[in-house]
């Protein structure tokens, strides 16, 4: 199957309350742990790069890697979108190399100068056949293009979200409703806003909705790391019962870069630690690439609901 948008498998997430997984790729073998874990689950998946992610492998070595995925997995439906595209630029690079969809994320700007934005990128992207997510609302977390410090977060508005959707002409929306990019997510016990999800749904019920800073940070890839001379502690994310939680209230697309990230370094210490004489890349990086698969496959499975939803 040619690479597709997000569209279709969006609209049957919808229809039969599932989420589909966006997974943050940047290197060969978090391509193959992922597609491989959706075509063995036979689930709809997007892959997704951030401009830094596009920068450290380049676009042509990224698009031929995730082209080749989908050759290889004929029969599940896979996407690729850039994730939180800082400019016009960025998202025009991506839609004129084959992105399927793109993200623009404008929400470091005030109302009227996001939606001045987005709805560019939308007139390009909608010209060109590639579907757009924005982002209404900010999340707190540091990555290398998203900075925003924890009381700067504001929580999405669901009567600016109607109004947003409406002038942009946007394929999907991002909300805030308490998640946070990174390993640290919260302090004390994890807390999603479900009463923002369910009046955006009530106002825009057609609009697939999106959750960035998803990760579960899930605790046994935290203790591997640490476990195997990491030093990550106090790391914390959504649990995966509140994720469980927000794929069937109406949450279509759920993004998960740092339980990936965790993934990787904890195959790769534990190799590292238990044969300090290891120096071939293959013997480190298949390990991690089959904790990458396995953490995919339990996501779709176990939480997103979208097994035998391809
Ligand atoms: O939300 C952002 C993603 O985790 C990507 O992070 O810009 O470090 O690639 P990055
Ligand atoms: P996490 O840091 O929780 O994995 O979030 C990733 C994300 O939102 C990518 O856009
Ligand atoms: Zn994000």
Redesign the pocket.
């Known amino acids: 199957m040619p690479l597709v948008t997000t569209k279709a498998m969006f609209e049957k997430s919808m229809k039969e309350k599932f989420a589909i997984g966006a997974f943050?790729v940047?290197n060969m073998e978090l391509i193959q742990g992922i597609v491989e874990a959706a075509a063995e689950n036979n689930s709809p998946v997007i892959l997704q790069?951030?401009?830094?992610?596009i920068k450290y492998a380049g676009i042509n070595y990224l698009m031929g890697m995730v082209k080749v995925a989908a050759e290889e997995h004929p029969n599940i439906p896979i996407a690729i979108h850039l994730?939180?595209g800082p400019d016009f630029e960025t998202c025009k690079m991506c839609v004129d190399n084959g992105f399927t969809s793109v993200m623009f994320d404008g929400s470091k700007y005030d109302f009227e100068e996001n939606i001045r934005l987005t709805k560019e990128v939308v007139d390009y992207a909608h010209s060109h056949g590639v579907v757009v997510e924005a982002e209404l609302g900010k999340l707190a977390?540091i990555?290398?293009?998203?900075n925003v410090k924890a009381d700067e977060a504001i929580y999405t508005d669901p009567a600016q979200a109607e109004e947003f959707v409406k002038r942009t002409g946007v394929d999907s929306l991002a909300i805030a409703i308490g998640t946070s990019?990174?390993a640290y997510k919260f302090k004390g016990e994890a807390r999603l806003r479900f009463d923002i999800l369910q009046e955006v749904k009530q106002r825009i019920p057609n609009t697939p909705i999106v959750l960035?800073?998803a990760s579960t940070v899930i605790p046994e890839l935290v203790n591997m790391c640490n476990q195997y001379g990491g030093n990550i502690p106090g790391a914390k994310g959504v649990p995966d019962e509140i994720l469980h939680e927000a794929s069937i209230s109406g949450v279509s697309k759920i993004?998960v870069?740092?339980d990936l990230r965790l993934a990787m370094t904890a195959g790769i210490r534990k190799v590292f630690v238990e044969d300090p004489s290891a120096f071939d890349p293959r013997k480190y990086l298949k390990p991690a690439r089959e904790l990458v698969k396995e953490t995919v496959s339990h996501k779709i499975k176990d939480v997103f609901g979208s097994a035998n939803k391809a």
């Open positions: 943050n940047n790069a951030s401009s830094s992610a994730d939180h977390g990555e290398d293009e998203v990019h990174g960035h800073g993004n870069d740092t």
